[in-house]
């Protein structure tokens, strides 16, 4: 079952096609986002935002959301504990 992760504003993502959650600051990170926004593969989350997080997908898009990695993150490991947990009780 697909597991779906709020990156902001109502956007969604599949938490278990996620790899990386970056912050877009530095220079090779930029460069990779520009790419992505060049080729088509860059999704633009943040509505109109700034851009604090860059999340890699599997598929090799970029995602970009104007939540901090850190949220992201917390959001992902508290969907895995609660899956953790539901198991445990389900035995």
Same mark, same amino acid.
């Given at each position: 079952?697909?597991?779906?992760?709020? @990156?902001g504003?109502g956007n969604?993502v599949? !938490?278990?096609?996620?790899i990386?959650?970056?912050?877009? &600051?530095?220079a090779?990170?930029k460069?990779?986002?520009?790419?992505a926004?060049?080729?088509?593969?860059?999704?633009?989350?943040?509505?109109?935002?700034k851009?604090? !997080?860059?999340?890699?997908m &599997?598929?090799?898009?970029?995602?970009?959301?104007?939540?901090?990695?850190?949220? @992201?993150?917390?959001?992902?490991?508290?969907? &895995?504990?609660?899956?953790?947990n539901?198991?445990?009780?389900a035995?």
């Amino acid at each position: 079952m697909n597991k779906l992760i709020n @990156i902001g504003f109502g956007n969604v993502v599949n !938490a278990g096609k996620i790899i990386s959650v970056i912050r877009p &600051e530095a220079a090779p990170v930029k460069r990779m986002v520009q790419n992505a926004k060049d080729s088509g593969s860059c999704v633009d989350a943040t509505c109109g935002r700034k851009c604090k !997080a860059v999340v890699v997908m &599997e598929t090799g898009q970029i995602v970009l959301s104007a939540l901090l990695p850190e949220t @992201i993150a917390n959001r992902v490991n508290q969907r &895995e504990s609660i899956e953790s947990n539901e198991v445990f009780q389900a035995l």
